[in-house]
């Protein structure tokens, strides 16, 4: 897919308002391997068989820590605010899978946006740039992609992670997904892809010399 295929301007109509059950326990359950289960479980009719509340309390996050790091990931993202929905996350393939989360707050007739991840507590959260920090109406795909991109949430923690040998193992070290930018994991997709491919040229060349 071509980036001029992507629909930069899209804006959902609202970020309230109906869902599907599956989309709901995509942009309010915080541990994206629960999440993720909750939404497969929900599309396909299932029988729920994981908790599906917002957070999990400090127990039962101690327990699935215990089973495999991973089960850690999102788990200690901030509680969602009154009224406050994710909008789009960046998840990384991290040790514990580290999750940062875009949300969007109603109050009167604003939107107020944040950007959050799971060590507030010990950092301050204006390290990080959300422009704008508010709006009358929700935001378009291209500034959901300038946040991600301003805060070098996908290609900043690849490149850390890049040792200039594991192209093919490292590209996709960073994915985005939302349940309501439809496009934007293709996006990043295609911008980790365009990535491992210059590699590869780069690669090629040095050994052509």
Same mark, same amino acid.
Request: glycine share 4%.
């Given at each position: ?6 629909? %930069? ?11 599907? %059950? ?10 994206? +391997? ?21 957070? %999990? ?19 200690? +993202?901030?509680? +969602? ?8 996350? &960046? ?23 944040? +950007? ?12 990080? &740039? ?65 990535? %491992? ?13």
């Amino acid at each position: 897919m071509m980036f001029e295929e992507f629909d %930069l301007d899209f804006r959902p109509k609202s970020y309230w308002g109906p869902q599907s %059950l599956a989309s709901y326990f995509g942009s309010h359950i915080t541990g994206e +391997l629960r999440r993720q289960a909750a939404k497969n479980e929900a599309a396909s009719g299932s029988d729920l068989a994981v908790p599906t509340e917002p957070t %999990l309390d400090s127990t039962a996050r101690s327990i699935q820590g215990s089973i495999h790091p991973w089960l850690m990931g999102g788990e200690y +993202l901030p509680p +969602l605010r009154p009224d406050e929905v994710e909008i789009a996350r &960046v998840t990384l393939r991290s040790v514990t899978m580290d999750v940062f989360s875009i949300r969007a707050r109603r109050s009167g007739e604003r939107i107020y946006f944040r +950007l959050v991840d799971e060590y507030m507590e010990q950092e301050p959260p204006e390290r990080f &740039v959300v422009k704008p920090r508010w709006a009358k109406s929700p935001l378009s795909m291209r500034q959901v992609i300038s946040i991600i991109d301003e805060n070098g949430l996908i290609n900043d923690y690849r490149d850390l992670n890049f040792d200039g040998s594991n192209a093919d193992e490292i590209f996709n070290f960073a994915t985005a997904s939302s349940e309501f930018y439809p496009e934007l994991a293709a996006y990043f997709d295609h911008q980790n892809e365009k990535w %491992l491919e210059e590699q590869i040229r780069q690669s090629s060349n040095d050994d052509d010399e």
